[in-house]
């Protein structure tokens, strides 16, 4: 069975930062892009950033040059490390994968795998 584990969530001050953490077992993921999606309260999930399998990267407009997107093939696991966090990058984050081997993108159409979520809040 496979399980998507985030942890690193919490609450930090404005221009704080947080890492964040997605493990994965069950399979390995070597071989896809892997990321994370954010949803605010009353607001849509959004794509933050992706990783390819090749480690190509790839970020939201709003979140480039604050947050890296990370991977760990070894550890099967994929980090995001959060600087600069304003208030508006509240919300709960989600760890997936997606299904399309050896593709370089992360679509949420496309996730075979989502994590559980991991709430950040950032206080002003």
């Known amino acids: 069975q496979v399980q998507l584990v985030e942890s690193g969530g919490g609450l930090v001050q404005a221009g704080g930062s947080l890492r964040l953490s997605c493990a994965a077992s069950g399979r390995t993921f070597s071989s896809y892009s892997m990321g994370w999606f954010r949803q605010a309260p009353g607001k849509e999930r959004e794509f933050v950033a992706r990783i390819s399998w090749s480690g190509n990267t790839y970020y939201a407009d709003s979140v480039k040059g604050r947050f890296t997107i990370s991977r760990d093939n070894a550890k099967n696991t994929v980090y995001l490390q959060m600087n600069s966090l304003k208030p508006e990058d509240t919300a709960v984050y989600y760890c997936?994968?997606?299904?399309?081997?050896?593709?370089?993108?992360?679509?949420?159409?496309?996730?075979?795998?989502w994590g559980q979520g991991t709430q950040v809040t950032v206080s002003s």
């Open positions: 997936a994968v997606d299904r399309r081997q050896w593709h370089l993108a992360l679509s949420q159409y496309e996730t075979e795998y």
